[in-house]
């Protein structure tokens, strides 16, 4: 099994509709990531989590919401989707008393239409 | 805020030549972090630098980061078909760990 797993993996849905989209770890790391990745502007950072307790806006927040459930699992929901919401969106999970770097899912590819 | 630009966006090679990709942050960076994104796949960790001027090695792949702890680069030596995907470099924003990607350099490597 993936260390990080997000679900679904790819999704279409309509401008208006709520969507959440779910990501889990077993790596056992306090710290989730949620990024945005858009053609030639890389990754940009929505939400971060540093723990269960601690929930915190990104670069780029607006539009999105969050929710930390346990230490393992931590979603990203749109409220109100949007057609510029469309983009490929990646969990991640890092260790700050390690010198690896983020682990990051699969990703879930989002089309709003 | 900060911001981390990469040169080139995309580069073709023929395999066998050399690579490199640069990365310039706006501000004096704590560590530098370096990763690679298959087409179709996610982003995985390379490597990590944090000393001034540092320079590591992965095989054909050369990290060095630079003395004023604002630009890094990647150089792949004799390019290979398996290179191809796209480098992205990252470094810390403000504290805790949240990184700033940058915008990434895509390579190609024809036959």
């Known amino acids: 099994d993936a260390d990080v797993t997000q679900t679904p993996r790819n999704r279409i849905t309509k401008t208006g509709k709520r969507i959440m989209l779910e990501c889990s770890q077993t790596k056992g790391h306090d710290r989730m990531y949620w990024y945005r990745q858009d053609p030639g502007l890389g990754l940009r950072l929505i939400y971060y989590?540093?723990?269960?307790?601690?929930?915190n806006k990104g670069e780029i927040s607006d539009g999105y919401s969050v929710s930390r459930q346990a230490q393992a699992k931590f979603s990203l929901s749109l409220e109100s989707a949007i057609p510029n919401q469309t983009a490929l969106y990646f969990c991640?999970?890092?260790?700050?008393?390690?010198?690896?770097?983020?682990?990051f899912g699969s990703g879930t590819r989002l089309t709003v239409v | 805020g900060q911001q981390v630009m990469q040169i080139p966006q995309y580069q073709h090679v023929q395999e066998g030549e050399d690579f490199t990709t640069y990365c310039n942050s706006s501000t004096t960076l704590s560590n530098i972090q370096w990763y690679k994104q298959r087409p179709g796949g996610h982003p995985v960790f390379l490597i990590q630098l944090v000393k001034s001027g540092e320079v590591k090695k992965q095989k054909r792949l050369t990290f060095q980061f630079g003395e004023a702890k604002k630009n890094s680069s990647l150089h792949i030596t004799a390019t290979q078909t398996t290179d191809v995907g796209t480098y992205f470099c990252a470094g810390p924003r403000g504290g805790g760990n949240k990184l700033t990607f940058g915008t990434g350099t895509q390579l190609k490597v024809e036959l």
């Open positions: 991640a999970t890092s260790d700050p008393r390690s010198t690896y770097g983020y682990t």
């Open positions: 989590s540093f723990d269960v307790k601690d929930i």
